[in-house]
């Protein structure tokens, strides 16, 4: 299969939505990450987004819309919750688990009765969501268990001649997944944290969210029983393995700067995550970028100093934690 890439000009994407429409794959850019789209009616077409990825049956795709109008295609009323967040986060890095309509296959929901959907704010998101005119199932543009992509080469390294096309929108605003909201229960939840806190809700829905107890856990921890099915697979993982160093900053500094030398000394390439003054929001925005770069340059070991886990930085440690295998070391 040859890999068409496109632009986000008004004719490229005209040949985009031609392409999803027909039951083809179609990887396009976000302001989180970027996406691998196709027909989230077509069951044919989402099952082939599943093999392409060699993504788990069970770990449900977002549908992505680009009005409020399509909404009533894919989920049978709207609360006043729902309203509440799409009227403070949409367009934007957010994802409601909603119930489903009877014409949202199974396949697309990784066969739940919920549906998880998000209207992104990414302009050329919105021009190719237009395009297709009709609401796009999509997981990240990655194989499964890689970094998630945030330009087009990453896509391209993981996708060239397998999908489609590729819809070049340069690197991602924000570079983590959207935040995935459970307004199915009395009191909302989040699934899976990411730029948008639980106190951003708290703060704009002026009520109580709380956060899944799974999350940020170890999968053998005998609490760990995360409410969304994707967040007990392997995730965000580079081909080296990973160190995290939890603690005291100088601390971990002097024992990153140690483990180092040892691994150098040895004649082993190592790469090194530390974000310093950029802080949650530049490690959101960098890390899965970085985490590509050390595999390109056939790292041996990775060492990254941990992130304070409250705001964007719980989120990003979620990522962090999953792509070292919970490989802790405290300092």
Known sequence: ??????????????????????????????????????????????????????????????????????????????????????????????????????EVPYV??????????????????????????????APSANLSGRPSPTTADHVREDFDGKI????????????IESTVIDLTGEIPMILRPGYMTAEDFQDRLGMPVIMDPALNKKPEDPDFHPKAPGMKYKHYAPKAPMIIFEGDEVKVLEAIECEKNEHEMEGENVVVLEFGENGAIGAAH??????????????????????????????????????????????
């Not at 998880?116 to 969501?129: E, N, T």
């Not at 489609?164 to 570079?175: H, Q, S």
């Open 286 to 331: 960098e890390l899965f970028a970085k985490l590509r770069e050390a595999d390109r340059e056939h790292a041996d070991i990775i060492l990254a100093a941990a992130l304070p886990q409250k705001g964007v930085g719980f989120s990003v440690m979620n990522r962090m934690l999953k792509s070292a295998g919970f490989n802790i070391r405290k300092v």
């Open 1 to 102: 299969m040859k890999t068409l890439y496109l632009s986000t000009s008004e004719e490229d994407m005209k040949i985009a939505g031609e392409i999803v429409r027909n039951g083809g794959l179609v990887a396009f850019p976000t302001e989180t990450v970027y996406g691998l789209g196709a027909d989230a009616f077509d069951a044919e077409a989402v099952e082939n987004i599943y093999t392409v990825k060699g993504r788990p049956a069970d770990n449900p795709s977002i549908v992505h819309i680009w009005n409020r109008e399509q909404l009533k295609l894919i989920t049978p009323m709207v609360t006043p919750v729902m309203v509440k967040v799409m009227d403070a986060f949409w367009p934007g890095p957010v994802t409601m688990i909603c119930e489903r309509t009877d």
């Open 108 to 137: 697309t929901t990784g066969g739940l009765e919920t549906v998880g959907i998000r209207m992104p704010s990414d302009p050329g998101a919105k021009s190719f969501l237009r395009a297709a005119d009709c609401p796009i199932a």
């Open 164 to 175: 489609d096309a590729i819809i070049d929108g340069g690197p991602c605003e924000i570079g």
